[in-house]
């Protein structure tokens, strides 16, 4: 992987996209290298993923419009199913992803910062969909999932205008959960993923599909999409520990996976 960088850290690993010259800018082989570090994570000991971007300067600043200005319609739409097939495998992958967002995210890093779970911020970060003053629209998901995340009135808007947004305003609308100085990024992301990594593999995850999928449906299918998932962690060793050291008054827990 020439522009991502996978680093295991036991209970959580961490991916960054290292492609500095360009901003981490996404080009064919970023999108490559990012899902060939997808390949690389072990469900059955990774409990939460950071995404982040290398430097100071960038999460990720963009599609690399080299590469896209001389696309022709079909060839646009096969580079926006690029992007939105490897963002959707982030999206549903069984483990939460958390976006570490270091500076410009924008169009496609913005895309990729919501296709994960949780978004955090260093003080210096920019959002935005500037697609539209390219004559172009979102590719990879932002039309979706922005209008998902915040306000669908405030999404309109910082797309028809292509609007960049500071770390301050994507706090106040909800795209971001919290910010930070840049030097404390990372530190509280991993903070966040062993406080996940903490807590029941499988009943974490049961709760990511459950939210995922329970937002596309009605109510009452909804909650019958819990109570199944609820169910089945009746099944697992995890949940008899859980309990079985909460009646006990346990602090240490041993989850398994199980």
Not at 168 to 189: F, H, K, M
Not at 194 to 216: F, S, T, Y
Request: charged share 25%; net charge negative; aromatic share 6%.
């Amino acid at each position: 992987m020439s522009f991502v960088d996978y680093e295991n850290k036991g209970a959580y690993s961490i991916i960054t996209i290292n492609n500095p010259s360009q901003l981490n800018a996404l080009n064919s082989q970023v999108l490559d290298d990012l899902n060939a570090a997808l390949d690389q994570i072990d469900v059955e000991t990774v409990r939460a993923v950071i995404v982040t971007g290398s430097g100071a300067k960038a999460f990720v600043a963009g599609a690399d419009i080299t590469e896209m200005k001389d696309l022709n319609a079909e060839q646009g739409e096969a580079f926006g199913k690029k992007g939105n097939d490897i963002f959707r495998r982030i999206e549903t992958f069984p483990i939460p992803f958390i976006a570490a967002v270091n500076g410009f995210a924008l169009g496609g890093g913005c895309e990729l910062s919501m296709a994960c779970d949780i978004r955090i911020c260093s003080e210096n970060a920019v959002f935005g969909q500037p697609e539209v003053g390219l004559g172009i629209t979102p590719g990879f998901g932002g039309t979706q999932r922005l209008a998902r995340l915040v306000p669908v009135g405030y999404a309109k808007q910082m797309i028809y205008t292509a609007r960049n947004i500071k770390a301050p305003e994507a706090l106040r609308i909800g795209l971001v959960n919290s910010v930070y100085p840049s030097e404390e990024l990372v530190p509280a992301a991993e903070k966040i993923a062993m406080q996940i990594a903490a807590n029941a593999p499988i009943a974490v995850r049961q709760c990511k599909k459950a939210i995922n999928e329970g937002l596309e449906l009605d109510m009452d299918k909804a909650i019958a999409l819990e109570e199944k998932l609820f169910g089945e962690c009746f099944a697992t060793a995890d949940q008899k520990e859980g309990m079985t050291a909460f009646v006990e008054k346990r602090k240490e827990k041993n989850f398994i996976n199980k």
